[in-house]
C-alpha cells in the first residue's frame, strides 16, 4: 500500500471514534459587551494554556485579550475576526479536548457568526445579569434554535447588580421558548455573589476573590450545613429559590437540552474566573461530542469514513507581515494529517495540506493530526472559498452554507483607475471570504459591482481593506434598497422593470432581486404573481 492509499484508506475505527469523544467543539456568543472576550480568555487561563490572563497583547484602553487582534478591531475595541483555541481540560490521562471558537458580538457581522455556528456542536450563550436578553442574544438563540445547536447559558457579571435570578429565569423562558434549567444557583444577589449552590448535590461552592480575578478563583465546597452557617438567609433564600425551580421542573434533562427545549444554566462572573470551571465541567458533562454529519444528498458521513472537513471562515490578512489567506475548516470525519492531500469537492483538484496550523489571535501554531471536531487552519488556501467541502476517499459534499439577506447595498468604484488589477483581486478575495456579498449585473460593469451586506459596519471592514491591503482605494455609493430576494433567469427580466428595483447576479450565478422597500415590493408581487421572488435565509432569522 503506498502512503497515500495508507492515507485514504478507512481510519482505525477505535482511534477516531475515541478521538473524537473526547472533543467539545462549541462557540461563545452574546450580545457584545455581555463578556465574551474575558470569558474565552478566562476559560482558557483554566485550561492552563496560557497563564496569566491579558498578557498576551494589549489592546487599546482596556487590557487586550488573545482573541483580538486587527487593527480596526483594536481601534473600536470590537471583535470582527473568528478564531479557534484548543486546549485539553480534565484531570488524568483522559483528559477531554476543548474547541473553543470565537464569533465577533457586533450585529453587523451575524453572518459571520453564523458560519462559525454551522462548525460548532454546541454553543454557550452569555448573558449580561442586568441587562437580561438584549437584541443580538434573542437573534442568536434563533440562530441556534435554527441550526438545532443545543445552547448552555451562563448569566455573567453577577458580581455587579443586576436582575433578580428567578426574574432572568422567567425572562429566557417567555422570550425564547427555551426552559431554563439552572444547574448551579446563586448564593446572595446580584452585586453580592458568594458562591453557587450546586443543584446536582446540594452543595455550596463558595467563592474566594484574587486580586483583578488574573488566576483561577479559588473555590471550596462546603456542606449544605456549612453553608448555612456561614452565609445564613443569602443560603436559605437559595434553597428557597432552587425548591421553587425544583417544583416547575426546571430540572436537567439530557435528551431535552439536547433537542433544543431546555437551556441548563449556570450563574458566573468571567473577570473573577467564578463559575468558569463549572462551565468547563458542564461542557465536558454535558455538551455534545461530534457526530456523523449529512452531506448534500443527505447521506450521513460517519465520523470513521475517510477525511472530511469543510470551510467555515476564510481570512486573509490575519498576520500582516506574510499577507497570507487562511482557510479555516472543520473537521467532519477520519483523521487529518498535515502533508495529506485531499480534494476539493468544488473543482475535483487536489489540495496539499502542508502548512497547516491551530491559530488563535495571533498565535500559530503547527498541526499534525486532527480530528473530528477539530479546527484547522490551512494556510494560503487561495483556491478554498466558504462553505467548500475538501475530502479524502469516497467523495463527499456537505450543503452549502446559507447566505443572509443583505440589507444595505453600495456601488463600490476604485478611486484610482490605475488600480484596476488590485481592485479585481480585492473585491475577488472579499467575496470568496464572505466579508461582504459581491453583486454585478452587465449593465453596472465590473468596475462596479455592487457590495451588499448585513450591517454596514461590513462596509468599513471592505473600504479598509481595500485601501490597506489590497492597495486599491474604494469610494462607495449607497444604493436605495433595502431587501434581496431569490429570483430566477425567466422572472428576471420582468423583474427589473419594478419601479426601484434591479436584478444583480452573484459570483456563483445565482440572480439576485433588490427592491427599496417590501411596499414596492408587494405591489409588484400583486401585479405579477407568477413571478419567482424568493426569500433568501434572512438576518432576522
Ligand atoms: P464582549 O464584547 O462580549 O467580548 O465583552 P468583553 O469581554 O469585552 O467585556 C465587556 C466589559 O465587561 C469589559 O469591561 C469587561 O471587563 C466587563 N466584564 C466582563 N465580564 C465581567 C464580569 O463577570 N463582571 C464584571 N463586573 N464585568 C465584566
Known amino acids: 500500500m503506498s502512503a497515500l492509499d495508507e492515507r485514504t484508506a478507512p481510519v482505525g475505527r477505535n482511534d477516531v471514534v475515541a478521538q473524537a469523544a473526547r472533543r467539545r467543539t462549541f462557540a461563545v456568543i452574546s ?134 435570578a428567578l426574574e432572568l429565569m422567567d425572562e ?42 488574573a488566576t483561577i478563583a479559588p473555590e471550596e465546597t462546603l456542606s449544605a450545613e456549612a453553608a448555612l452557617a456561614r ?31 431546555t437551556t441548563p444554566v ?57 499577507r497570507d489567506r487562511l482557510a479555516f475548516i472543520r473537521i467532519c470525519s477520519g483523521v487529518f494529517e498535515r502533508g495529506m492531500v485531499v480534494t476539493h469537492a468544488r473543482t475535483g483538484r487536489p489540495f496539499a495540506t502542508k502548512y497547516a496550523q491551530h491559530v488563535f489571535g495571533r498565535e500559530r501554531e503547527s ?30 459534499t456537505y450543503p452549502p452554507l446559507t447566505t443572509f439577506a443583505p440589507e444595505h447595498f453600495a456601488v463600490c468604484r476604485g478611486r484610482d483607475t490605475a488600480k484596476h488589477k488590485q481592485f479585481r483581486r480585492g473585491i475577488e478575495q472579499l467575496d470568496s471570504e464572505g466579508v461582504v456579498q459581491v453583486l454585478r449585473s452587465d449593465r453596472r460593469g465590473e468596475q462596479a459591482p455592487v457590495l451588499a451586506v448585513v450591517g454596514p459596519m461590513q462596509f468599513e471592514v471592505a473600504t479598509h481593506r481595500m485601501e490597506h491591503q489590497f492597495g486599491a482605494p474604494v469610494e462607495l455609493e449607497p444604493l436605495p434598497y433595502g431587501l434581496a430576494l431569490r429570483t430566477d433567469e425567466a422572472s428576471a427580466p420582468l423583474v427589473s422593470t419594478a419601479r426601484g428595483a434591479e436584478v444583480l447576479q452573484r459570483t456563483n450565478g445565482e440572480l439576485v432581486a433588490v427592491f427599496g422597500d417590501k411596499w414596492s415590493l408587494r405591489v409588484f408581487k400583486e401585479k405579477h404573481p407568477d413571478l419567482l421572488l424568493e426569500s433568501l435565509v434572512a438576518a432576522q432569522l
Open 31 to 164: 450580545h457584545p459587551d455581555a463578556g465574551k472576550s474575558t470569558l474565552t480568555e478566562a476559560l482558557a487561563l483554566h485550561a492552563r494554556v496560557i497563564g496569566q490572563a491579558g498578557a498576551v497583547h494589549g489592546k487599546a484602553g482596556r487590557r487586550g485579550t488573545v482573541s483580538d487582534w486587527m487593527d480596526l478591531e483594536r481601534a473600536r475595541g470590537i471583535s470582527i475576526t473568528s478564531a479557534a483555541l484548543q486546549f485539553e481540560y480534565g484531570p488524568g490521562e483522559d483528559k477531554a479536548v476543548i474547541n473553543l471558537l470565537d464569533t465577533p458580538g457586533h450585529a453587523d457581522f451575524s453572518e459571520d457568526t453564523y458560519r462559525v455556528l454551522t462548525a460548532v456542536d454546541a454553543a454557550v450563550m452569555l448573558i449580561d445579569a442586568a441587562k437580561g436578553l438584549e437584541a443580538q442574544t434573542m437573534k442568536l438563540f434563533a440562530v441556534c434554535r435554527h441550526r438545532g445547536i443545543p445552547v448552555l447559558t451562563v448569566v455573567n457579571k453577577w458580581d455587579r447588580p443586576g436582575k433578580d
Open 172 to 213: 429566557i423562558s417567555e422570550r425564547t421558548g427555551l426552559t431554563p434549567t439552572p444547574l448551579t444557583w446563586p448564593v446572595g444577589i446580584a452585586g453580592d455573589f458568594r458562591g453557587v449552590l450546586d443543584r446536582s448535590d446540594g452543595s455550596y461552592r463558595r467563592f474566594t476573590r484574587t486580586a483583578g480575578g
Open 231 to 261: 452565609e445564613g438567609d443569602a443560603w436559605r433564600q437559595a434553597v428557597e429559590e432552587v425548591d421553587l425551580l425544583a417544583a416547575t421542573g426546571a430540572d436537567h434533562e439530557q435528551s431535552l437540552f439536547l433537542d433544543g427545549v
Open 266 to 322: 449556570l450563574f458566573a462572573s468571567a473577570v473573577s474566573n467564578f463559575g468558569v470551571g463549572a462551565l468547563l465541567d458542564t461542557l465536558v458533562g454535558l455538551a455534545p461530542a461530534p457526530t456523523g454529519l449529512a452531506d448534500a444528498d443527505g447521506t450521513t458521513r460517519e465520523l470513521t469514513d475517510p477525511f472530511s472537513a469543510f470551510v467555515f471562515k476564510v481570512q486573509a490578512g490575519m498576520d500582516t507581515a506574510h
Open 367 to 396: 498541526i499534525d493530526v486532527a480530528y473530528p471536531g477539530d479546527v484547522v487552519g490551512l494556510v494560503n488556501a487561495a483556491a478554498l472559498g466558504v462553505g467548500d467541502t475538501l475530502y479524502a476517499g469516497r467523495p463527499v
